[in-house]
């Protein structure tokens, strides 16, 4: 018998709930009204009620746990946890995204499960940056908070970042639609490791568009690496009619108001 809020909350399935739809449950559920439970919760907030407040105590400490994440003002996801997500689902406003999902799993293996001709992949891949050795043994260079990282991860060593390269990007070529295309970004150090292998697995270089990295890291013997690199691969000719193209509208424009795209983005939606 379902005796508190926490009670229902519990028995919730995993999924995406909107503020109000936990309230309702609530309200259907369980007697919202015990312990003044429709007593205001201050003076100052005559509308919200002790009740609503348990809710959000509820969602508050599940959140701390890692079994609930908040993903806009007023709608929760809850799904698996941080050690052992189960599925991601990606959230936006105003699309339709039913049947869009993201996967905790190996590329490959993911990409060898499309079953069909695709228009675009679009990878963040790791840097291969020996986090895990010499001055960074201990897991946090590159202020990483280490406790977010998910268990099983493994960088890629630098002397296997070439092979590790081709292999995913083999996959990845191999589902391209003609005139698909394959967009990574990496730091410039590896970027000639990403062209090489999508033009040995057949690939046409496209472009390599250089995005402004706000707080570069410091170094004293060399410059600072002050941008990211993505790489544009397509599957067939440059001109293949096929082939999607549409510039940005907030990249610069020519004197006559026409596209004039640059491949050098300095606004790219990082805080300056």
């Not at 929760?76 to 990606?90: A, C, F, K, N, V």
């Not at 993911?110 to 990878?123: A, F, G, M, Q």
């Not at 990007?169 to 150090?189: D, F, Y």
């Not at 472009?207 to 397509?234: D, E, G, N, Y």
């Amino acid at each position: 018998m379902l005796e508190s809020e926490t009670d229902l909350l519990r028995t919730l399935r995993s999924g995406t709930y909107t503020l109000d739809e936990l309230y309702s449950l609530c309200e259907a559920s369980v007697d919202v009204s015990r312990d003044n439970g429709h007593s205001p919760v201050s003076d100052r907030h005559h509308t919200d009620t002790v009740w609503k407040h348990r809710v959000r105590g509820w969602l508050a400490n599940a959140k701390a746990k890692g079994i609930a994440q908040r993903v806009d003002r007023a709608t929760w996801l809850i799904h698996g946890t941080p050690e052992q997500p189960s599925r991601l689902m990606l959230l936006n406003a105003g699309w339709e995204l039913a049947g869009v999902e993201m996967r905790v799993q190996d590329a490959v293996e993911l990409l060898n499960t499309v079953e069909e001709p695709v228009d675009l992949v679009l990878c963040d891949p790791p840097y291969a940056l020996a986090r895990g050795a010499g001055h960074f043994a201990d897991g946090h260079g590159y202020r990483r908070d280490n406790s977010k990282v998910l268990d099983g991860y493994v960088d890629i060593h630098p002397s296997a970042y070439a092979e590790f390269s081709y292999r995913w990007i083999s996959a990845a070529a191999s589902i391209l639609r003609n005139g698909g295309q394959l967009a990574i970004v990496t730091g410039p150090q590896q970027s000639c490791h990403v062209q090489y292998a999508a033009e040995q697995a057949g690939l046409t270089w496209v472009s390599q568009i250089v995005a402004r990295k706000v707080f570069p890291l410091l170094t004293s013997r060399r410059p600072s690496c002050a941008h990211w690199c993505v790489t544009v691969m397509c599957r067939g000719p440059l001109q293949n009619p096929a082939r999607v193209f549409n510039p940005p509208p907030d990249l610069p424009k020519a004197a006559s108001g026409a596209d004039y795209p640059l491949d050098w983005w300095e606004h790219n939606g990082r805080a300056d």
